[in-house]
């Protein structure tokens, strides 16, 4: 019996670390055997097999509060990195763009809500944490030359989050990490103090996030579906989504290939217009939102 219950020990444990829907077909599989062979009873299986379920569906279950937490420690890894424009008229204009937009996404809600800021940098770059914080660079803003193609950029970004791109950046072995940690602290308003603890709690799992969004890039696919989410935000939010094919197409000419910023990260501006299949925006924009652009982005352009 004492072999038993550490056999059934590892094999929990090995299925902790390896959380998917993967594991949930390999438990029915490997408990089916262990039954015919004698090795545990009816009963031992059925509880392996919820045991597991609980922990494949945990793994993937980050609240909204906690995916915030571990969003606002990486929203700093980006303040180490750049620093924030300090320019009130053009960061209150793209947090009013960008909210417009949030809200015409599929996740309207956050815990904390979105948040924009401009960054001062050249690059061409944007960022989305998983709590809701978006990051722009100015380089990004000079490759706009209307409220919509800017509106795309910010939709696009939006779509991360929609699609949980961050979250997912985690390495499956260290989820488990992370909800432990948060378990452990409970949900509860952490002062700056109890969070620098928090982030040193799970810098691996903050790391994961920050390298695959600064340094790697996601996915082809994932950016793909960013670009599709994108194109439904603008749409419901009453922009044309082809804005989205004309900045890419100034962004093909600005960007350099083997550049550490969009370059690096995203696939090429004419792949992801080839992958988007609409034309380009051809319809005036409205006078009132042409002024409202330059007025408020103009000097940056
Ligand atoms: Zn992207």
């Given amino acids: 019996m004492k072999k038993l219950t550490l056999q059934m ?69 980006v303040l180490t990195k750049y620093k924030a424009l300090n320019d009130a008229k053009v960061n209150s ?22 948040h924009f800021l401009v960054l001062d940098s050249d690059d061409i770059n944007a960022f989305a944490t998983p ?9 990004l803003i000079r490759c706009c030359r209307t409220e919509d193609e800017l509106a795309a950029v910010l939709a696009h970004e939006i779509g991360h989050i929609q699609m949980r791109h961050g979250i997912n950046a985690i390495q499956k072995a260290r989820m488990a990490e992370a909800l432990t940690v948060l378990a452990r602290e409970g949900v509860k308003t952490y002062g700056d103090e ?11 799992v903050i790391s994961d996030i920050t390298t695959t969004m600064i340094k790697n890039g996601y996915s082809r696919t994932y950016e793909y579906q960013a670009d599709a989410a994108a194109v439904n935000i ?9 804005a ?7 962004m093909s000419r600005q ?47």
């Fill in 9 to 77: 020990i590892s094999f929990l444990a090995l299925l902790i670390f390896c959380g998917c829907a993967a594991v949930e077909t390999a438990t029915t599989v490997a408990t089916d055997i262990a039954v015919q062979r004698g090795t545990i009873t009816k009963e031992q299986a059925a509880s392996i097999r919820t045991g597991t379920t609980a922990v494949s569906r945990s793994l993937e279950d980050f609240t909204p509060e906690q995916e915030y937490y571990i969003g606002r420690s990486v929203g700093a890894v």
């Fill in 93 to 114: 204009y793209v947090n009013l763009l960008g909210q417009t937009l949030a809200l015409a996404s599929d996740t309207p809600e956050l815990f904390a809500g979105y």
């Fill in 131 to 139: 709590g809701g914080h978006i990051f722009i660079t100015r380089g």
């Fill in 194 to 204: 109890e969070l620098i603890k928090l982030s040193n709690s799970f810098g691996d």
């Fill in 234 to 242: 603008l749409r419901r939010a009453g922009y044309q989504p082809g």
């Fill in 244 to 250: 989205l094919v004309n900045m890419l197409q100034v």
């Fill in 255 to 301: 960007i350099k290939p083997g550049g550490s910023d969009f370059a690096k990260t995203h696939p090429s501006p004419q792949a992801r217009i080839a992958e988007l299949g609409i034309s380009a925006q051809t319809a005036q924009i409205p006078n009132i939102r042409k002024d409202r652009f330059i007025k408020a982005a103009g000097h940056l352009l």
